[in-house]
């Protein structure tokens, strides 16, 4: 890769770039060539919220302002929330500068031509590393260069959240840290969506595919918080198991500007959100990319209604599953738990 | 003199201590939810002494033993002979989390088996019964009959100790299995999808229930059909004295009421000391069996309970082809002990409620019998207007007390409180749903949710119906009202009839077999209609609040229980 390129591609990285583009970006672009249905978009490198960081002095006010604070390992989870606050509202005095501005103004611009849309709608998602699920923004339906421009540098920031703060300090990995690359990509307004994973995170299972989907962008499942359909499907040869149709009461979409929550009418709640020929695209391509990257996948996909099936499926990111380690527990420690938590929980 | 001395208790009267008294009680705790369900019609100063102050032992107990994290327990108190409770609700979220790590240990045991824990508790219980039936009473000394006071409030509290135990860690698996599949599948505990996979348990109830069929059948194998079929009930008992198979199938019936564990040791009202128990007045049981014996062979009830059993194992079987893989054990778990909370509910009346109630009202009216030969209360059962207390001063000496100018006047103040409804709430909230909202929702108690308060009616405007209440057993009805508020109303009710009421209880249990459909005033889907309703395949709507005011007698009625919706059609 030359020196000197701070923005790239996605068809123009692969694994190896994990260090440059952060770990997203890097398996965006081994999708792109494993000839995979992702969406069009580029990376913003590290180098570029380094020099962003290093312009503006803003890594500089954020070190001197933690190594302030002294010790803070023990201390109660308000320090965080506090710590988070000051520090992601000075990244909002900081104005990107103006080259960073042209380069990413140019790549966008590029993007739009090359879509045939202008001011396309993107999303803007962090890319560390280090994968850490959940802990970094995501910003939606992002539209035209200013608010694309702000999204990034507010990603940027999002290395300070609390629980991002929280993690580090409890991992003993220094405050300052989790320089941020950043996906752009071109916006999926996903008809349904949802997760596969390659392996049961639960049991451990690697025999089956296990898909949770629901109507809408996949927020609307990543988040956990709304009963969503499960569908089962075996991976030799590609058999739907088991259906669960869930009553899917809520669902995010976009608006003008950005996505929320609403509600799904009637009539759409409690059928299932995808086909059964979708049921089976989502699981072929999750298996192709459990075994073209060697390791079971947690993947994050989106049907398209503005694409003709089969082609209207896309993978929006993948990363390795995590299965949880806990031994299984009984039912009765289940029911147990869900009493208490459900009832009599503060 | 008298009225000197009337201004001398009148703070503290009606049930002595547990008096509700605004200032001092509304002070202490913001909402008073009226206990319909235990107390239409009103009830004696007697039980409702006993009520207030054991069975809200009997919660403090239980929330404290299983550490239920959000409620402590609940105060009872007596008004106008109406019971309210009001719930300790736990508000500091710290204390919950805390309570919260002793629950989980505590509900473990009755989680993992409930059959031998109940079994056990049964055990206990009757051992001590057949210690209170040691005594003697008619020829107890007395000092024997002031011991014996104590020895029944000993097992009064100790009966409520363990009905509470019980039903708190039963009743919390019926609410988790409903909250999931309303979540799941939008299914709630007043669909027939739900409530088919509750019924068809047998237990020590049904076994009952068959045995008074078989002596129908009996009495028909021995020629008495007759008997039965051409007397009442009372008369049946001397008539059956005056031939010598009369003799044999009485006394057949009688070894079997005295040496059954349960037997004849069972109350006709459920909630009060002042009606007869089975052993008292067979009378009741016979009508039982000439009930059996006009509906005829037709009706069997095995075969009723066969079907609905398998129904259920059906109904069961289908839920779980729709569960997700990974959570059909935990649903099946969820399922199987939710029917013990369904079946508890129905047979933990007989060895806790019921049999110590008629051996509370053997031993008081015992005393009853004592005071009134010498002349220090009217009849022996204006004992049931005093309170244990007031006997312990005067059991001893009774020749030296007049307690008639109490009796009389708690009496005729318990005889105006039946033509006076109670509110359903007494509160200093803004209303009766906020009064709901804070201080019975958070104490996520499943028996105030389930029994005593019931959820509230949901109308559905565009049906178009007169009357809404909760579904306790779906399907349709159509047929004549007949409103039943007292016990002995219920021998007018006909065949197909629509049984209107304030709520049911175990000793109302057979009627279910005569009626077309039922409507109670009170009650959730765990009250007992609910669950005998569906037991025996009835339509029953609960908690409409309002059926026994709304609908009169002779009125045509239709239920579409399914919806809760009543119509009253002329």
Redesign the interface.
């Known amino acids: 890769m030359s020196s000197g390129k701070l923005i790239f591609r996605f068809e123009e990285l692969g694994q190896e770039h994990n260090n440059l583009v952060g770990k997203k970006c890097a398996n965006l672009g081994e999708m792109v060539r494993m000839g995979l249905p992702v969406p069009p978009g580029f990376a913003i490198s590290i180098a570029v919220y380094r020099k962003f960081a290093a312009e503006t002095g803003w890594a500089e006010e954020t070190s001197h302002y933690v190594s302030s604070l002294g010790e803070l390992k023990g201390q109660n989870v308000a320090i965080f929330d506090e710590l988070s606050q000051n520090i992601q509202s000075t990244i909002e005095d900081k104005e990107v500068p103006e080259d960073i501005k042209r380069m990413v103004g140019s790549y966008y611009e590029e993007l739009c031509n090359k879509v045939v849309i202008p001011n396309v709608a993107v999303s803007v998602r962090s890319s560390g590393t280090e994968s850490r699920p959940g802990m970094f923004e995501t910003y939606l339906n992002v539209i035209g260069i200013e608010d694309v421009v702000d999204k990034i540098r507010k990603v940027w920031g999002s290395a300070y959240t609390s629980r991002a703060i929280a993690f580090r300090v409890n991992k003993d990995i220094p405050i300052v840290g989790d320089e941020l690359g950043v996906a752009v990509s071109k916006m999926v307004n996903a008809r349904s969506a949802g997760i596969a994973f390659t392996v ?1 995170p ?2 451990g299972d690697t025999s089956k595919i296990i898909i949770d989907a629901n109507w809408g962008l996949g927020e609307g499942v990543v988040s956990g918080a709304e ?1 969503v359909d ?1 569908f ?1 499907v075996d991976k030799e040869a590609f058999a739907i ?2 259906t ?1 149709v ?2 899917k009461a809520k669902q995010v979409i976009t608006r003008k500007r950005g996505a929320y929550w609403d509600d799904v009418p009637l009539e759409k709640q ?1 059928i299932p959100c995808m086909s059964n020929d979708e049921i089976v695209a989502v699981a072929k391509l999750a298996m192709l990319l459990e075994e073209r990257l060697g390791e079971p996948q947690d993947i994050e996909w989106a049907i398209d209604p503005e694409s003709t099936p089969p082609n209207n499926v896309f993978v929006l990111q993948t990363r390795p599953a995590k299965v949880a380690a806990k031994k299984p527990e009984s ?2 420690d ?7 938590k ?5 | 003199m008298s009225e000197k001395k009337q201004q001398k208790v009148k703070i503290w009267d009606g049930t002595p201590g547990y008096d509700f008294i605004k200032e001092i009680d509304l002070a202490e705790m913001p909402s008073w939810f009226h206990d319909g369900t235990h107390s239409i019609p009103p009830v004696t100063t007697m039980f409702g002494y006993q009520w207030a102050r054991f069975c809200s032992h009997g919660l403090k107990f239980a929330c404290t033993e299983l550490s239920i994290p959000t409620c402590k327990g609940w105060e009872i108190r007596i008004l106008n002979s109406g019971i309210y409770c009001a719930l300790h609700v736990v508000r500091d979220q710290k204390e919950i989390a805390e309570r919260e790590v002793k629950f989980r240990q505590a509900l473990r045991p009755w989680i993992e088996d409930f059959d031998s824990l109940w079994a056990g508790y049964k055990q206990e219980l009757l051992s001590i019964y057949i210690k209170l039936l040691e005594l003697d009473v008619d020829n107890a000394t007395n000092l024997q009959l002031y011991y014996h006071n104590y020895d029944l409030m000993r097992a009064y509290m100790r009966m409520w100790e363990i009905h509470f135990m019980a039903m708190y860690s039963s009743f919390n698996t019926w609410l988790l299995l409903e909250t999931m599949t309303k979540e799941r599948f939008g299914i709630s505990d007043q669909d027939p999808e739900f409530q088919d996979m509750m019924r068809g348990f047998n237990n020590k109830v049904y076994q009952m229930d068959k045995k008074m069929w078989e002596f129908g059948q009996l009495a028909i194998e021995m020629n008495l059909e007759d008997v039965f079929k051409k007397n009442k009930p009372q008369s049946i008992l001397a008539k059956l004295q005056q031939s010598e198979k009369g003799k044999e199938w009485f006394k057949k019936f009688m070894d079997y009421m005295k040496t059954d564990d349960v037997g004849g040791w069972r109350m006709r009202r459920f909630t009060d000391l002042n009606e007869p128990y089975w052993l008292e007045d067979p009378a009741t049981p016979i009508g039982l069996v000439k009930d059996n014996i006009i509906r005829g062979i037709s009706y069997d009830l095995e075969a009723t309970r066969a079907e609905i059993a398998k129904k259920r194992e059906a109904a069961i079987a289908a839920f779980l082809s729709r569960a997700p893989q990974e959570e059909k054990d935990l649903f099946e778990g969820l399922i199987r002990l939710s029917g013990k909370a369904s079946s508890y509910s129905e047979e933990h009346d007989l060895y806790c409620e019921l049999f110590v109630h008629a051996l509370m009202r053997r031993g008081y009216l015992a005393m009853g019998r004592r005071l009134a030969e010498k002349g220090a209360i009217d009849t022996p059962d204006d004992i049931f207007m005093l309170n244990p207390d007031e006997i312990d001063r005067v059991i001893m000496v009774p020749e030296s007390h007049d307690m008639r100018w109490i009796t009389r006047r708690r009496k005729a103040a318990w005889k105006e409180a039946h033509k006076n409804p109670n509110s359903p709430v007494i509160t200093n909230r803004a209303s009766i749903e906020e009064a709901v909202r804070l201080d019975l929702l958070p104490s996520g108690d499943a028996i105030a949710l389930k029994i005593i308060v019931g959820e509230m009616p949901q109308p559905k405007p565009e049906l178009k119906a007169d009357l809404w209440g909760i579904c306790g057993c779906s399907g349709e009805a159509e047929g004549t009202a007949r409103v039943v508020i007292m016990y002995d109303d219920l021998k007018k009710v006909q065949p197909g009839d629509i049984l209107v009421c304030p709520n049911t209880n175990p000793t109302w249990t057979p009627v279910f077999g005569l009626v077309g459909g039922v409507i109670t005033d009170a009650g959730g889907t765990l009250c007992h209609a609910a669950i005998i309703g569906r037991e025996y395949g009835v339509p029953t709507i609960v908690n409409t609040q309002q059926g026994t005011s709304k609908i009169k007698t002779g009125q045509r009625v239709r239920m579409d229980a399914a919806n809760g919706a009543i119509y009253i059609l002329e």
């Open positions: 049961n639960v049991t009963n499960r089962v198991l088991d669960y869930g009553k409690s039912v009765t289940r029911m147990i738990d869900l009493i208490a459900r009832f009599y929980s503060p």
